[in-house]
């Protein structure tokens, strides 16, 4: 071979060298530009299912019941039936509320769902007790915001929540009547929240809390934790009963 010929052969290889180099960057750079568009979509989806609602209309009734439970329904409303079981002093039970607590009013604010609130004690076997004990005191028409500040106003788990928080979250939710008051203080229904828990907690399905039961079937966690999850089960059960 001559050295001409050996020159355009080097010169040959070397620029197609050149051009795979390009290739493979240009394809690693293509691969990396999808990763990146998945792991954004990903974490904007992630983000939206994870977006707390919000509501500001009117609540439908809420009637403090005998048995310790709470009801949120419009009247004549009987199903599908939705169960929350929590605890006040439940840190998930906060993340719970502030995540998915607005839809669950609007859904029984638009006659879609009945509501009933399990108020369980376990999480802080003091704090958990007189937080339930006294939510059973205050009336219906107030019942909701004095839930909701529990909620707002909760301390870490393992600092159980005293008669005196109790009362100022229920100062704070506008609550004056002094016989509210009494009742908090004197602790009455703790015998009552005790056999609730005990009761509840025997249950299979019902071992922590939040818990959420629709029509009697346990909800799962991403129907529970997420936004879309837990609409789109209501929605379901809504098309079901209509």
Known sequence: MSKSARER?????????????????????????????????????????????????????????????????????????????EDFQCPICKEFEHLNGAQIKQFAA??????VYHPLAFVNPQGSLRAAAAAQCVPGASWMAFHDELFAQQPDE?????????????AKAKITDPAVSSCIEAQGHAAQVRQLTQRTLA?????????????????????VFTSTGLRDALEA????QG
């Open 9 to 85: 052969l080097r010169q040959e290889r070397s620029l197609r060298a050149r051009k795979e180099k390009r290739r493979r960057a240009l394809l690693i750079g293509c691969i990396g530009l999808v990763v990146v568009a998945a792991v954004i979509t990903g974490v904007f989806v992630q983000a939206n299912m994870s977006k707390a609602t919000s509501f500001s209309g009117a609540l439908a009734p809420v009637t403090v019941q005998q048995d310790g439970t709470v009801v949120m329904a419009r009247p004549g409303v009987t199903a599908p039936v939705l169960d929350v079981y």
């Open 237 to 240: 059960a809504t098309g079901a």
């Open 203 to 223: 249950s299979p399905d019902i071992q922590g809390t939040p818990t959420l039961l629709l029509d009697g079937r346990k909800l799962s966690d991403d129907q």
């Open 158 to 170: 393992r600092v159980a929540l005293t008669i005196g928080d109790l009362k100022r979250f229920a």
């Open 110 to 115: 638009e006659g879609k769902i009945k509501v």
